[in-house]
């Protein structure tokens, strides 16, 4: 039976494409089988894992597997046991879809059920098949966050070590607490992981400690810094990546502590 994990804040540039790529790469090579969704229109991490453009994946996202009630037919193999469920910008249509029935096509599904847990739902085709789902969220409070926190045992809350970051948590920490109220997986915070810390601001060591003063039983031990081979992920991906090493140098750290917190949990 998987474990279902989000990445989330509702704060834009936080690492959280980012990091969802990176544990999938990391589960994936210790061969967990993984599945990777991604609920945010953006559609970075299926670009980070796929090596795709998102709109390569318009009419076989997560928007059609949920909206068909089908999660085998759009899955994307992106290795021997790691599978992606993409998206692109048409999930931007997705609230829409909920609260009308009109697809973006122009189509008619009527929905009726629990607007908060149509990927809840949808993942009891496919929980026993992994070891591990993972899934990506946009920057806002939008029903695919709400649908993604209740969808998940764990949440990873994504800590940048700036001010406007530190006062998205506690509403983010307050939507985590709805999914646990509303959904069945009893969703909590399995840790914040402060990453994108600049060594060389102030400010940044500031936010970094005061968020650890806070929740000091929440906190990674690892802090990533902003590192250029992190950010150009984006750009070389997993494959012949000849600096992929010096990338996942200081995730290897955050992923161990985050194992051995599932295991606890
Ligand atoms: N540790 C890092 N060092 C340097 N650059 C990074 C690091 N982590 C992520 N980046 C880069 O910073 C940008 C934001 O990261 P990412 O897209 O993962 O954040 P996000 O929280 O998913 O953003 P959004 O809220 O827009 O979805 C990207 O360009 C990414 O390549
Ligand atoms: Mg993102």
Request: aromatic content about 10%; charged content about 20%.
């Amino acid at each position: 039976m998987a474990i279902t994990i989000t990445m989330g804040i509702q704060k834009g540039g936080c690492g959280k494409s980012t990091t969802t790529g990176i544990l999938a790469h990391l589960l994936n090579n210790d061969g967990y089988r993984v599945l990777a969704i991604d609920m945010d229109s953006q559609g970075n991490l299926t670009e980070l894992l796929s090596g795709e453009s998102s709109n390569e994946f318009i009419g076989k996202s997560v928007l059609e597997a949920m909206q068909q009630n089908n999660v085998k037919e759009f899955l994307y193999s992106v290795n021997e046991n790691l599978d992606l469920l993409p998206a692109n910008n048409f999930l931007a249509t997705f609230a829409r879809w909920i609260y009308t029935g009109k697809t973006y096509t122009g189509d008619m599904i009527p929905f009726s059920g629990s607007p908060t847990l149509i990927l809840d739902n949808l993942l009891e085709q496919v929980r026993e098949d992994y070891d591990f789902i993972l899934i990506d969220t946009p920057p806002s409070l939008s029903e695919q966050t709400t649908n993604s926190l209740c969808a998940s045992e764990s949440v990873v809350v994504m800590y940048e070590c700036s001010n406007w970051c530190y006062s998205a948590v506690p509403n983010f920490m307050d939507s985590v607490e709805s999914a646990k109220e509303f959904g069945i997986r009893g969703t909590e915070v399995i840790g914040i992981l402060r990453t994108m810390n600049d060594v060389r601001r102030s400010d940044a060591k500031a936010f970094n400690e005061i968020i650890a003063e806070d929740f000091p039983e929440l906190v990674f031990q690892t802090v990533i810094t902003r590192k250029a081979p992190v950010g150009r992920l984006s750009l070389y991906g997993f494959k012949e990546n000849k600096e992929l090493n010096k990338a996942l140098e200081l995730y290897i750290h955050f992923y161990k502590e985050l194992i051995e917190r599932v295991k606890n949990r």
